[in-house]
């Protein structure tokens, strides 16, 4: 059953508040209407779209928390960090990513994206990949959305290692799984 436009907008803007990476296109197939009228409706709402929704939370978020390496050379975008503990990111698979013939994406691309996160969760000015344990569980392909988590395991000060878990999805199914043995210079 549609809703009045009014109506619609009202859910828009908690849809939004509640999940600020929703796509127009997730949002235009919840609501029953076109792509097009998500836009107008955001536009009308004073809603950025969803790359700067993105950009604006990272920026505000991030930049003085990730120790490990520029926020620019994280692959994919981070959408939320808990240094030694958590991390998410987002990455949008796009033509340059993928080969042309089949449209599936290089895995080093989805690898660098778990990899740099991995790397990114570390509270250290220096993190380095010592060993990874990496499984591509299903191709990724043209315009798909990679969710990717990181889980902080353990610390090992002693030895100066941390082990990071990462698991990456597409609209929440498994795709890719990685247990990295990051070094830590301990310089905290």
Request: net charge negative; charged share 30%.
């Amino acid at each position: 059953m549609r809703k009045s436009k009014k109506e619609r907008q009202q859910l828009l803007m908690s849809t939004i508040q509640d999940n600020p990476f929703v796509t127009d296109e997730e949002l235009a197939e919840k609501f029953q209407v076109s792509v097009q009228t998500i836009r107008l409706d955001r536009l009308e709402l004073s809603i950025p779209e969803l790359r700067e929704r993105i950009k604006s939370v990272a920026e505000k978020r991030f930049d003085d928390e990730v120790k490990s390496l520029p926020i620019e050379e994280v692959i994919g975008e981070i959408i939320d960090i808990e240094l030694d503990q958590n991390a998410i990111s987002i990455f949008d698979v796009k033509e340059e990513h993928v080969f042309k013939r089949n449209q599936i994406a290089r895995g080093h691309h989805v690898f660098a994206q778990a990899n740099s996160l991995a790397v990114a969760v570390i509270n250290d000015e220096l993190a380095l990949t010592a060993k990874a344990n990496i499984q591509f569980i299903r191709s990724v392909k043209l315009h798909e959305r990679v969710i990717a988590k990181a889980k902080v395991e353990k610390i090992d000060e002693a030895k100066g290692r941390t082990f990071v878990q990462v698991r990456s999805f597409v609209n929440n199914e498994l795709v890719f799984t990685g247990d990295f043995e990051m070094y830590r210079s301990n310089n905290q």
